[in-house]
């Protein structure tokens, strides 16, 4: 309970001007992409890791819940305050504090998007690949938070693979700095590696040292459609036999091919058992020598339709077929249950055929899209209406889904995280002793359970009580 006397307090480390208790600011700080709202108490809007420090420490005095937020576009609801407390709003630490192209690094605030980042360093001739769909409005910190993906990670890897250092705040209010500004460094334990997917349960991240590397100089985009996903995946080992790895490898089912030729007819097949997206980079005589090797490979594998992009309003046209997918899902169902299953990517054709099997059983279209490179499946579970008996059924869809991923060598979520949406399913990715050591590390750090509580390891709602109302939001 958040009394007087704690608002006051809190108006003293942040400024009045930076504490709310409107409803209107209360509603918009406690949701994220899920939509459902569970409202704080307050939402604080700090400026520096020493506030937050002292945020955290009036927290601990006073067993209030505190909930860091960055953009508040996740999926799971991570970010949702659903035991109340106060919304720690990042957003006011939005600087580009250093981009360094001598040592490729830059050095940021928490609330900077990943898309201004993305700009700044690519001005200087620098990339930061980790690239989520949601770039215009996660923030950093959040990518950080839940060790974000996208397209290009398939080449260059996830966020993980991009953070060098970190200062963050514990949930008791001491200031850390984990990690450094070089590329290599083995003194001490790895804290930065920690905080990357902690879902901010265990501190909030006021400082990050990402690491940057070169622009590639080209790339060249090329939409290939397939008969069979079996083709189309083989033609994804092709290129590892090959010795090439594409920037990006974007796969659309048949289900998710139909949504789109429901949703804006573009003439492709609707037999087609999958589509393609492949983008290769580097310098312009490495690109030209890949693009023949992609041309000859997707022949090589049958594709039944090549089309590859020469202009950038037709590389643009290419990834337009991916943007569509979120519009064209929304009108297949009432309700999207939607999931980033991540497996092998060997079994991607096996997982095809079992979610086509799911989705005629339970007759629920199950459109499926995503990284086919690094196995990382977003499914769709498109339920016809929000009544309860139709979630309970949707839920057991979703259950046989993840067990079925687990049982293939894949996990749960590839890029999203767990937050509560996915927490009613933890057992069937992790072991009870695993689930236990996060415990007591989360219990080391956080004894008095103040941070972003009712997350991950406990799951407030089963998963056929959820409101899975994505519907309206774009998919990734
Ligand atoms: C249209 C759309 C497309 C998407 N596409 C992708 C995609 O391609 N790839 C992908 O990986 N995800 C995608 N997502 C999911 C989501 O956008 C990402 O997970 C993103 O990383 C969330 O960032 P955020 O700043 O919005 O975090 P929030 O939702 O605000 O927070 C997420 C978690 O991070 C914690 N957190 C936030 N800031 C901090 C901090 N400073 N310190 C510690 N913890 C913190 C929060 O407590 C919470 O647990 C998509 C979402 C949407 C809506």
Redesign the pocket.
């Known amino acids: 309970m958040i009394t007087p006397e704690i608002l006051h307090q809190l108006a003293t480390i942040v400024g009045a001007e930076y504490l709310s208790t409107s409803q209107e600011i209360i509603t918009e700080n406690s949701q994220?992409?899920l939509k459902q709202v569970f409202p704080a108490e307050a939402v604080v809007f700090p400026r520096t890791a020493e506030e937050i420090a002292g945020i955290m420490r009036l927290a601990n005095e006073h067993k209030f819940y505190v909930?860091?937020?960055?953009?508040?576009?996740?999926?799971v609801g991570?970010?949702v305050p659903i035991r109340g407390g106060i919304v720690l709003a990042?957003k006011r630490m939005n600087q580009i504090l250093e981009i360094r192209k001598d040592d490729l690094l830059a050095v940021v605030e928490?609330a900077v998007t990943n898309y201004d980042l993305q700009k700044a360093v690519e001005a200087q001739g620098l990339f930061y690949p980790p690239d989520?769909?949601?770039w215009k409005?996660?923030?950093i910190?959040?990518?950080i938070?839940?060790n974000?993906?996208?397209p290009h990670c398939v080449k260059y890897g996830n966020t993980k693979q991009f953070v060098l250092g970190l200062d963050f705040v514990t949930p008791t209010g001491e200031i850390v700095q984990a990690g450094g500004r070089t590329p290599k460094n083995a003194t001490g334990f790895n804290l930065a590696g920690l905080m990357i997917g902690s879902?901010?349960m265990l501190?909030?991240?006021t400082r990050a040292i990402l690491r940057l590397i070169p622009l590639p100089e080209t790339r060249k985009t090329a939409l290939a459609i397939f008969a069979s996903a079996q083709d189309a995946c083989n033609c994804v080992a092709g290129f590892t036999e090959a010795g090439i790895l594409p920037v990006a490898l974007e796969l659309l089912d048949r289900a998710s091919i139909n949504a789109i030729e429901d949703y804006e007819p573009s003439g492709m097949p609707r037999n087609a058992g999958a589509l393609l997206i492949i983008e290769v980079d580097g310098l312009k005589e490495t690109v030209a020598r890949e693009a023949e090797i992609m041309r000859e490979l997707c022949h090589k594998h049958h594709a039944i339709e090549y089309r590859e992009a020469v202009t950038d309003a037709e590389v643009d046209g290419i990834w337009e077929v991916r943007r569509k997918m979120s519009p064209a899902v929304k009108r297949t169902g009432a309700v999207k249950i939607n999931h980033d299953i991540v497996i092998p990517r060997s079994r991607i054709p096996e997982m095809l055929a079992f979610l086509e099997g799911v989705s005629q059983r339970y007759g629920f279209p199950i459109p499926t899209f995503g990284h086919a490179g690094d196995g990382n499946l977003h499914t769709n579970v498109m339920l016809p209406n929000n009544d309860a008996e139709t979630k309970h059924v949707g839920a057991k869809a979703v259950r046989e889904i993840f067990e079925k991923t687990v049982s293939l060598g894949g996990t749960l979520s590839g890029?999203?995280?767990v937050g509560y949406a996915k927490a009613p399913f933890l057992d069937v990715a992790l072991s009870a002793p695993t689930i236990a050591v996060m415990q007591a590390i989360k219990h080391a750090l956080d004894p008095n359970g103040i941070l972003?509580p009712g997350k991950v390891f406990e799951a407030p709602f089963a998963a056929d009580e959820m409101d899975f109302l994505t519907s309206d939001?774009?998919c990734?």
Do not use: K, M, Q, W
């Open positions: 994220d992409a909930t860091a937020r960055g953009g508040g576009v996740g999926y991570s970010a990042t928490p989520p769909s949601s409005e996660s923030f910190g959040g990518n938070a839940l974000a993906g996208g879902e901010g501190g909030i991240i890029e999203h995280g972003n939001f774009p990734c």
